[in-house]
């Protein structure tokens, strides 16, 4: 769905709505918990906001730390209650980077993860695949901000600051073809 993002999350998003799980964990297929989040469920909580490490390497697991590579220090939502099938979920039209969660979910009270529940963002974690991504973004760049433009030019930089994954993984790092 890659260019056709905001359709594809809505779909899937309604899908887990219907469900009728209580919570929703909206990651990409890239992406995996460092540990089992289960542990952070709180019957208080409404949402639940995740660091994102960009790995460059996985064997050993090394993250990239520089530039537009910042994901880390900022942590963001990614698991929400289910707010129910009343819920008239709203998106954005953006086809690139629109977003993991509707634009009009509200929450009142979030907890933070703790480091050791960081997700890991796969996607460049060889040469390949972060070529492979570079031409992705390439192909679609009209539909980049000239920020997101700089940013997917960076992918393919000659110098990167990498650094060791301070956290322990519970899961095997694997990147499945």
């Known amino acids: 769905m890659w260019g056709a993002e905001s359709s594809a999350r809505q779909e899937l998003w309604r899908l887990g709505v219907a469900s009728g799980a209580t919570w929703l964990f909206v990651l990409d297929a890239d992406m995996v918990p460092a540990c089992d989040p289960r542990k952070l469920l709180h019957p208080s909580a409404d949402a639940v906001a995740f660091r994102l490490f960009d790995l460059w390497n996985l064997h050993p697991p090394l993250y990239r730390d520089d530039g537009y590579w910042r994901a880390h220090a900022v942590p963001r939502t990614w698991m929400v209650k289910n707010p129910g099938p009343g819920f008239a979920d709203a998106w954005p039209e953006r086809g690139i980077h629109c977003g993991h969660l509707p634009l009009n979910i509200e929450i009142e009270r979030q ?63 694997r990147k499945e073809v």
């Not at 492979?132 to 433009?149: D, F, I, P």
């Not at 110098?159 to 060791?164: A, E, R």
């Open 111 to 173: 907890i933070f993860a703790p480091l050791e529940h960081s997700l890991l963002h796969l996607a460049y974690s060889d040469k390949d695949s972060r070529a492979a991504k570079a031409e992705q973004y390439a192909a679609k760049a009209m539909q980049l901000t000239q920020m997101e433009q700089q940013h997917a030019a960076s992918i393919t930089d000659s110098f990167v600051k990498l650094k060791p994954l301070p956290i322990p993984v519970e899961y095997p790092l």
